[in-house]
């Protein structure tokens, strides 16, 4: 996919908010009013106060307390992070570095338009 095909399919997530969270085994379900992305990897959330990735205590409150806030902007960087950052400046990024890998993907997004989906 282009970046600039891959851009348009994130900004999808735009003024959507985080409408749900679903603890599943061994990943995470990140639901925008529609669009879907499961995450496998390393997921961090900092709220412009604190900072903590999954595997950590308080990890669950603090991503929870996401739910219901609407997307500002979203930034993929192939090998680095897929951030989505939420109109209070807080964010969730999902690390997509090499060695964060604990499966074949580290996110599969699912449910846009046209019944789009990426996985990386």
Same mark, same amino acid.
């Given at each position: 996919?282009?970046? %600039? &095909? @891959? =851009?348009?399919?994130?900004?999808?997530?735009?003024?959507?908010?985080?409408?749900?969270?679903?603890? #599943?085994? $061994?990943?995470?379900?990140?639901?925008?009013?529609?669009?879907?992305?499961?995450?496998?990897?390393?997921?961090?959330?900092?709220?412009?106060?604190? %900072? &903590? @990735? =999954?595997?950590?205590?308080?990890?669950?409150?603090?991503?929870?307390?996401?739910?219901?806030?609407? #997307?500002? $902007?979203?930034?993929?960087?192939?090998?680095?992070?897929?951030?989505?950052?939420?109109?209070?400046?807080?964010?969730?990024?999902?690390?997509?570095?090499?060695?964060?890998?604990?499966?074949?993907?580290?996110?599969?997004?699912?449910?846009?338009?046209?019944?789009?989906?990426?996985?990386?």
């Amino acid at each position: 996919m282009s970046d %600039e &095909i @891959t =851009s348009e399919f994130w900004n999808e997530l735009v003024d959507c908010q985080l409408s749900s969270i679903e603890f #599943v085994q $061994d990943y995470l379900q990140l639901k925008f009013d529609g669009p879907t992305i499961n995450v496998t990897n390393p997921l961090t959330v900092n709220d412009n106060k604190t %900072e &903590i @990735t =999954s595997g950590n205590n308080g990890f669950r409150d603090l991503l929870c307390n996401q739910i219901t806030k609407v #997307v500002k $902007d979203v930034t993929f960087e192939p090998g680095k992070a897929l951030t989505i950052r939420f109109i209070d400046n807080s964010q969730i990024a999902v690390s997509l570095l090499p060695e964060d890998y604990s499966s074949g993907e580290a996110i599969y997004a699912h449910g846009f338009r046209n019944d789009n989906w990426l996985t990386e």
